[in-house]
């Protein structure tokens, strides 16, 4: 019998990552008749999915946590938060009446259950082993033209910064089988963007198949009805010829690149723990720009990793002006406990890492501001999202830009006969450009 007695709200924190993961909670107590309120006032009980990456994410966390507290909330903490300091949180803010972790939010019935009669719920494995499926009942939170698919769980490396192993345990990979079932589910419901991610998604199927399988994942689904299939999380070692080869020949396949490449000197590479990816950066690139002259290319640094000199960070400096990515991220070191890089002497000083993430920030910008130059008077297939309300403008994206972290496509309102609306992908005109957006025109058709 469905229990429709009680209402439940979501809050969710973080990565896309965890995104999946709150919408499996979603459709899992959806599918066991809860009623779900997307505004936290109309429920009694409120789900946090939290991240707990870097302590700003820690800090929003537990900023969340309290103020729902104080509106008199029982609180259910699930996610990373929950595995990081699964021995700490039922004791310090007792509006907590579970805690679920990152390989157990599977189980969220359950533990709703347990505490609907009074319970007090630790439901967190010290060794996360789950990772959903197609099977898994899912609502999705996103745009109903684009969607996340996560491909595998967790991560065998041991970078000295990144507590994510600790969190979300070792890597385990979908099969091939599993996930073009479930994108063939997503586009039956209208997808027209699939975005796959794990933590290292050009690592996906090593342990599964014994070596990684994205060139062979990748060409099983060219077959599914989704016009773009987006890759994030591409890790350089991953990358090889065989990968390559599948963006360039797989069409559905868009030819965007986000490497997180942290920093570029190899002395820092190794005190990060990544010595895999000291020999490799330059010859990746080269690779990329043969292979894959169009590539769009996004990556992410650190600056101020402990010891790091400056001119190790001006080696860093020049890499970029060198490569002239499409796209930078850019961070200050966090130490966070639980890391190895936490305990390293030769900090430095915030002040100076703060200066280089914005010479950093000041080095990139003139660069993407040209490569979106670039694209004026250029024909591009626009993914609409959303009509300005005030302007009237369709607003949307290209390849170029992933949701979220990247830029947007805004075109003129003025389409004649046309009939455009969210989830369409248009043939427009670029006409402008800007640092981080693109303006144009539609040319009539869709997609």
Not at 20 to 46: C, F, P, W
Not at 432 to 442: M, R, V
Request: proline share 5%; net charge negative.
């Amino acid at each position: 019998m469905k229990d429709s007695s009680s209402t439940v709200a979501f809050v969710h924190l973080g990565c896309e990552k965890n995104l999946v993961d709150t919408e499996h909670m979603m459709g899992l107590l959806s599918n066991k008749g809860y009623a779900l309120r997307e505004n936290t006032e109309e429920a009694q009980i409120v789900i946090v999915n939290t991240c707990s990456f870097i302590e700003d994410a820690r800090e929003e966390s537990v900023r969340v946590l309290v103020e729902l507290a104080d509106k008199g909330k029982e609180i259910i903490i699930a996610g990373c938060l929950a595995q990081h300091f699964r021995e700490q949180l039922l004791q310090s803010i007792p509006e907590a009446k579970a805690i679920v972790g990152t390989g157990d939010y599977q189980n969220i019935v359950n533990v709703l259950q347990r505490v609907r009669k009074g319970e007090i719920v630790h439901e967190v494995s010290d060794k996360p082993i789950f990772v959903g499926d197609e099977n898994l009942p899912r609502l999705r939170t996103t745009r109903n033209s684009v969607a996340f698919l996560k491909v595998a769980e967790g991560c065998n490396y041991r970078c000295a910064f990144c507590i994510i192993p600790k969190l979300r345990g070792d890597q385990r990979s979908r099969s091939i089988e599993s996930i073009v079932s479930e994108a063939n589910q997503l586009a039956k419901e209208g997808v027209k963007e699939l975005i796959l991610i794990s933590q290292i998604t050009t690592n996906y199927g090593i342990d599964l198949y014994g070596k990684p399988y994205l060139a062979e994942l990748l060409r099983a689904l060219a077959s599914v009805e989704i016009p773009w299939i987006r890759i994030h999380y591409a890790y350089p070692t991953g990358l090889t010829p065989d990968v390559l080869k599948a963006y360039r020949e797989v069409q559905n396949v868009l030819p965007y690149l986000d490497l997180p490449l942290q920093h570029s000197h190899p002395d820092v590479l190794k005190a990060m723990n990544r010595p895999w990816q000291t020999n490799i950066n330059e010859e990746l690139m080269d690779q990329i720009k043969s292979q894959l002259p169009d590539a769009v290319l996004r990556t992410t640094f650190i600056v101020g990793f402990p010891g790091e000199t400056e001119d190790q960070f001006e080696h860093l400096c020049s890499f970029i002006n060198k490569h002239q990515f499409d796209h930078v991220g850019v961070f200050t070191f966090s130490p966070e406990e639980g890391t190895k890089a936490a305990s390293l002497t030769d900090k430095v000083p915030f002040e100076i890492a703060q200066a280089r993430k914005d010479k950093i920030i000041s080095i990139q910008q003139p660069i993407s501001e040209a490569k979106n130059s670039s694209f004026i008077g250029k024909k591009l297939d626009v993914l609409i999202e959303r009509q300005d309300s005030e302007t009237g403008e369709f607003v949307g994206r290209c390849f170029r830009f992933a949701p979220e972290v990247d830029g947007e496509v805004r075109l003129q309102p003025d389409i004649g006969d046309l009939s455009v609306h969210p989830g369409m992908l248009v043939p427009a005109l670029i006409t402008g450009a800007d640092l981080y957006d693109l303006t144009g025109e539609l040319v009539g058709g869709t997609l």
